[in-house]
């Protein structure tokens, strides 16, 4: 059972507190899209063994989503940061990087 | 034959004696013993079945691993199946049965297994597929169903109670032996909050029974000086019969407590499940013997030569007059001596290894005990019972020497660090040569949330076996975890022991090594499951090379013991047969828990009324009062309907819907989802959200929405009310509104962020009633209200507020029943007396509660859909011909790309239309419309479904809803329905509005 610090409220969260939302950092396509992009959009996941992106929601708490850089074979959290932000910030790559030397972002 | 010795037993109470019963038979024990020593103590070395062949089977061990003495114990409400005789506590009144037998233990009938063999190889299970289906179905599955599981599953409820508890910690410790005690030492000497919890009743593990001296104290001196040391110690909390079940992510735990097993008759909880979160976990689980691979090696007699140990000098009881020691280490060699000290006999050790030199055998040679190196059992003589062993070398193929007459064998194959909970979430492990066995590898630990590592092994689960090495491993464990977890740690000198030198062991996979297949096919790796050295291989040679296929397919490891004793047997049985190393076959996962717990400790207090939580509206114990039929609604509860005075609850239905259309109805609508949405982007959010425009409407309008999700499909639907120009209220379905607020602030919170809007549930701050039928007008006025509700002033679709007969209320004039209808919402404090109010004025109006089954049945009746009955997940808006509720002029809304796809403009969709039955009869639920021919799977072809079905009492006949190809173009044609039965009945299509489809009636 994960422990992720919710960057919202600092409260440092079971998961029996969040719901899981998926990968983060999609972006939306609606009318206009082609059918391969919204395709994309819809049903396409990365789901790697490793260093990914996800969006909780600290749902029996304060109520609000963030993001957490996780990696999902180890269960290492590298770090939680706000869900109002369209790629990770620098200092999450940052925080990555120096964990997992080898990873580079897309 | 195993019996009590007159003296001995350092865990018995030789002056308390409990009576007991096996298999109906009175026996007597003392305080202390567990099932399995007591029926040793009284002879009785026969102790279950095995699964598939049906062999007699005893005792092998003296823990947790112990695969055949499985027994039922306890009776009614607490009986309980598969529970392990070695770790059963014995109590006074016990009852205990064995199983898997038929029709006695002595004399089993399935036993004619044991003579089939051949018949029953490994996987014969998915062999059977092979055969024609007929011969699986008459056959085979008969036979399978029949034998299939162990012990019985008990037939009444569960009597006892149990509870969850958690804890925090920053070190837990699992295993209570003499390396949890001194890694609890250690750690507690930091300040560090520690919890060491150990499965058994005693601490101490195995240093008492192998004579372990620390510090020139006896073992138990030791121990219970530490623990006096412990108690003192006001961060350390300690715990026996509290069993480390599994390690999970970032080091939550589980503890499975066992408090009244063995005193049933105490009050309080049976079990208690600790939900630990622990910065540090120190396994300290010990390990676990291994049996050899000879023929005969599952007769009852035969024991790990641990147990035999145990047994002798735990318990005070001889498994056996005359023990023939069997070993490829020099650890087996304590067993032989606390055989002889107890006076017992041991003719001979018959030792694999060649070369013979350590202390403990020098003392056995010493003590003129008869020592055959490089030898091996070649067969186990006896059937119920071991006659006596017959001896080979061990380098042949198993031709007999000679024979020793014995009725006990005690083997020793080495010993495997008792790895599960280090592997649970993830921890690696290497294969050690010189002890044959894998232990944990430091360098590949389970890490945490900060990608250190969590987990550490102290003792013999980190591989050590010496008492020095163990405890210098335990406190070294315990000072890297305290560290790890901020404390400092005090330094730690080691402690003298009486360590013996130990010559090595030498692996013995098979023996003799040579052994062929007619010896091989009597060699049990897994007593639990009939699991032979002739399976494993059988399995090799047909293929399975991976170690997890091959337990599938052999069943070696699974059942309630996953394998304890067999998995590294069987796993180098398998490497063997590959020609390959053991490292590379590897090992098999290890899941929680460790051993079996009770399905009780993990509901805990989830049972009966609080297992989860029920949402009552402030009307509930009207409702009851009035002798409602509840049903849920997501975690509400709601009235179906009202029977009276022994009423059919379809009668009470056709009753509240005639008195609601002939009349006036009121229902308790309160757990209609409400939300408010607020701010200067509200309208343009709504928009988004609904697919149809929502920015359009007027303060003091209401107006129908849908609400997609991102893939299309129909999620909610609901009535929205505009308060002012930057608040509305949504209503939402009643299972909803939870569901549709996170689906709000989702989008809220991670796409639009900057949209200036706020959202809050409000559902339970109001109570809401909907004054339904053609006097509810007239209820309204007679109440008074201060403001207008004649037709004009109080349209249909618009809402008004103020005080109405005294209360605060929002009135809102919508209609899901095509009656004129009002919902009135009021404070929920309110809400009560409201209900009273409306029912005290309404009297003369017959005024008449309705449940869900009669609203179901009105909206209906009035072709309204019903999320969750005309929609699944599947449906789309235009499917329900809903096309009017789907703005053209927006540019987007959530669902409005998707529905653009061509999946969903397929004019093949099922659409929604009304059908009745010819004969008036009602449609089967579920029911589907048959099509000419048969699909590809050879089932017939289907044109339509039922999505909503009842008994119309205001038309007096059936009426429903479904979705059919090309429905809204066949109006007037006739399909055919299948029906439970088997046949068809004939149901015309038609407009899905049955009762006034003009609408008349609520536009008065």
Known sequence: MLILECPYCGVTADETELAAGGEAHLKRFGPGSSDEEFEGYLFHRQNPKGVHFERWRHANGCGKWFHAARCTASLEVFATYTAQIAEPPAEVIAAIRAKRPDWSPE | MSTRLSSGGRLVNRSATCEFTFNGKRFTGFEGDTLASALLANGQTLMGRSFKYHRPRGVVASGAEEPNALMGIGKDGKFEPNQRATTAELFDGMQATTQNHWPSLELDVGAVNSALPRFLPAGFYYKTFMFPRPFWKHVFEPVIRKSAGLGKAPKDRDVDRYEHFYAFVDVLIVGGGIAGLQAALTAGASGARVLLVEQTAAWGGRAAVDG?????????????????????????????????????DHGYSLVYERLTDHAPETGGPRHRLWRVRATQIITATGAIERPLSFAGNDIPGVMLASAVRDYVVNWGVSPGDRTVVVTNNDDAYRTALALLDAGLSVPAIIDARADVTGDLPQALRARGVDIRTGTGIATVKGGKTVAGVSVCAQAGEGAATDEIACDVVAMSGGWSPVVHLWSHCGGKLIWDEDHAHFRPDPDRAPVTHDGTAFVRTAGAAHGTMSTLD???????????????????????????????????????????????????????????????????????????????????????????????????????????????????VGTTTFRPPYTPISMGSIAGEARHDVFQPIRRTPIHEWHEAHGAYMEPVGQWRRPYCYPRNGESHDDAVAREVLATRQSLGLLDASTLGKIIVKGPDAAKFLDMLYTNMMSSLKPGKCRYGLMCNENGFLMDDGVVVRLDDETFLVHTTSGGAEHTHGHMEDWLQCEWWDWKVHTVNVTEQWAQIAVVGPNARKLLEKLGADFDLSAEGLPFMGWSEGKLGGFDARVFRISFSGELSYEIAVPASQGRVFWDALHAEGAEFNATAYGTEALHIMRAEKG?????????????????????????????????????????????????????????????????????????????????RVTSTYHSPTLGKGIAMGLVLNGPDRMGETIQFNKVDGSTVATKIVNPVFYDPEGEKQNV
């Open chain 2, 212 to 248: 372990v001296e620390i510090d020139g104290q006896a073992a138990g001196e030791w121990i219970n000086n530490t623990i006096q040391e412990l108690k003192n110690m006001s961060n350390v909390r300690i715990r026996t019969r509290a069993m480390g079940a599994g390690v999970y």
């Open chain 2, 470 to 584: 163990v405890l210098d491993s335990a406190a070294k464990s315990a000072i890297a975890a305290v560290e790890a977890a901020g404390f400092k740690a005090t330094q730690h000198d080691l402690p003298l022991t009486n360590d013996v030198v130990e010559a090595p062991m030498s692996p013995v996979w098979m023996m003799p090594q040579g052994a062929g297949p007619a010896k091989r096919m009597k060699m049990w790796l897994d007593y639990q499951n009939d699991v032979k050295v002739s399976d494993v291989m059988l399995a090799a040679q047909e293929g399975y090379e991976s170690v997890e296929h091959t337990k599938r397919y052999t069943t070696l490891g699974m059942a309630t013991d996953q394998g304890k004793l067999s998995n590294i047997n069987g796993l180098a049985t398998l490497a063997i047969a590959l020609n390959e190393d053991i490292p590379q």
């Open chain 2, 864 to 944: 309204f859909i019903m999320i969750g009955d005309e929609t699944d997940g599947t449906v789309i808006p235009q499917d329900l011909g809903l096309g009017w509720a789907i703005s053209k002029k927006k540019e987007d809304y959530l669902g409005k790309r998707a529905q653009e796809r061509s999946h969903m403009t397929d004019p093949k969709r099922w659409k929604l239309v009304g059908l009745e039955t010819l004969d008036g009869s009602v449609l089967p639920d579920g029911s589907y419309a048959v099509a000419d021919g048969t699909n590809a799977n050879g089932q017939g072809n289907t044109q339509g």
